[in-house]
């Protein structure tokens, strides 16, 4: 086993890596999102971080602030509009999302040549990414996790009885956008990394395969990480052997998860 | 009950969707008083609860509240979402040391069970056990006998005068309509937009504007002597 690893090349030991920290993440991240029928906040968000790139490259300012900057600017916005509560979320993201994804594009168009292309948006490219990304997601896991843990039963409260919770004094509305933030933050590092599709598909899938085998909300969130860690790196592999492109690879690899989680009888 | 009251709403009035829904409430919570409010259906009964408890924003008037009031709520359903494993026991340990509000509403046979997977009495059971966490001053429960048969509504109201004469708290309930509003009510009000007459329970029941809602009392009052075993005389 030790030969194989240390046999392996240093990008792709690094894509493992990145890899394990994403799926760290995008497991309760994940959960939170189907349990709070947020299911495409993910996907909304990551159209937004795209007109982030584009404006950051548009107006030459670092990329990753541009893009965690629209996220929460997007974040702030699906707030406010849901406030009233008279629009459901899917509805109202299935309005953001295109608007923010037209935007990105319409801004891309502006650039004098187009740096950025469609396939490296929808699934980014793992295999390229360098030691001071890894650092920067290394660092943004670190935080969103140990955030999550201090946000993680307020959120339980929040989703299941958000009524109740605001009724005995609970600051529903802070926990909300702090959550909103946390998930800005996941995305615009994560979308550099592995785009769109990628991580959508690592948000929600594993999330949907592990509830089969989980009875608390805390074992679901762990499971779905093992998921997602065990199809980013089946992908990652069968990428390696069958030259087949990487992010592809790790979303089919999680689909094939979640339908196996189908197939057996309990 | 000189004492301040635990919570007080002024001329308050609540527009949804541009339909004018409450107006014109003034009404006052005291420490220990236990309230039903019955109407009909679309009388604004939830939307009162919500705005009392501040779920709603008020067009008009305002809500005042003791400084630190605690309050247990007891809504509807739940928004539970069936991809959410939690049993009901680790639902209740959300809130805080669940031992003796679990003991009092006789919810302990309850805490293995996926909270997707109770029914409404159970549900009912636990929510209010979780309501109990912390100790409210006051229970704000919203038709919490709807989804019980007759034995459960006793046994549910008996629950919630044991829990009032115990801890002192105030409770303040929503009610289909009179004949089954809890007997140990104190004060009963009957809304419809606005608060059409409020009292005793039998002297509600004969106000004309309670029977201009509901229609002639006779036939529905008797059922509530019928099941309640009430004794006052009936004229």
């Known amino acids: ?266 | 009950m000189t004492n301040a009251p635990l919570l007080q709403a002024a001329d308050i009035a609540v527009t949804l969707d541009g339909r004018s829904v409450l107006h014109g409430i003034t009404l006052a919570v005291q420490a220990g008083e236990i309230i039903s409010i019955v109407g009909p259906n679309g009388a604004g009964k939830t939307t009162l609860l919500r705005a009392l408890l501040g779920l709603t924003d008020l067009s008009a008037g305002r809500v005042t509240r003791a400084a630190d009031l605690r309050i247990g709520y007891v809504p509807q359903k739940l928004n539970l979402d069936p991809l959410l494993p939690i049993t009901a026991g680790r639902f209740l340990a959300l809130w805080g040391d669940f031992i003796q509000a679990v003991a009092s509403t006789g919810a302990e046979h309850l805490l293995n069970t996926p909270l997707a997977k109770l029914s409404g009495g159970e549900l009912q059971r636990v929510l209010l056990a979780r309501a109990l966490i912390g100790q409210p001053q006051l229970l704000v429960l919203d038709e919490p006998a709807q989804a019980l048969d007759l034995a459960g509504q006793r046994e549910l109201y008996d629950t919630l005068a044991k829990v009032r004469d115990i801890t002192g708290c105030a409770v303040l309930l929503v009610s289909h309509d009179l004949t089954l509003v809890m007997r140990k009510t104190d004060r009963v009000i009957c809304l419809h937009g606005h608060i059409c007459c409020q009292g005793k329970p039998e002297d509600v029941s004969r106000d004309p504007a309670y029977a201009a809602l509901f229609g002639p009392h006779d036939t529905s009052f008797a059922v509530y002597h019928h099941h309640h075993d009430h004794d006052h005389h009936h004229h």
Request: charged share 10%; glycine share 8%.
């Open chain 1, 1 to 266: 086993m030790t030969t194989i690893i240390t046999d392996l090349p240093d990008f792709f030991l690094r894509a493992l890596l990145a890899g394990g920290l994403l799926a760290l993440l995008t497991g309760p991240l994940g959960c939170v999102l189907v349990w709070r029928r947020m299911a495409f906040f993910g996907d909304a968000l990551a159209h937004a971080a795209l007109l982030g790139v584009a404006l950051g490259l548009l107006l030459e300012l670092p990329i990753l602030p541009a893009v965690l900057i629209l996220g929460v600017l997007f974040a702030v916005a699906f707030s406010l509009l849901s406030l009233r509560g008279d629009i459901a979320h899917d509805t109202l993201l299935g309005i953001l999302s295109p608007t923010a994804l037209a935007l990105g594009l319409i801004a891309l168009s502006q650039l004098p040549q187009v740096r950025i292309d469609l396939n490296s948006y929808l699934f980014g490219d793992v295999l390229a990414i360098t030691q001071t990304q890894l650092i920067t997601l290394a660092a943004s896991a670190s935080i969103a996790l140990l955030t999550l843990r201090l946000l993680w039963g307020g959120l339980l409260q929040l989703t299941i009885a958000r009524d109740v919770a605001q009724a005995s004094g609970a600051p529903v509305r802070r926990l909300e956008l702090a959550f909103l933030l946390l998930l800005a933050l996941v995305v615009a590092v994560g979308v550099q990394l592995v785009g769109v599709l990628l991580l959508t598909a690592l948000l929600i899938i594993p999330a949907a395969t592990a509830r089969r085998y989980a009875k608390t909300p805390e074992v679901m969130a762990v499971l779905a990480s093992l998921c997602a860690l065990l199809a980013s790196t089946l992908g990652l592999f069968a990428s390696l052997y069958w030259d087949i492109p990487a992010g592809p690879a790790m979303v089919a690899c999680a689909s094939a998860l979640f339908l196996l989680s189908r197939l057996h009888k309990d």
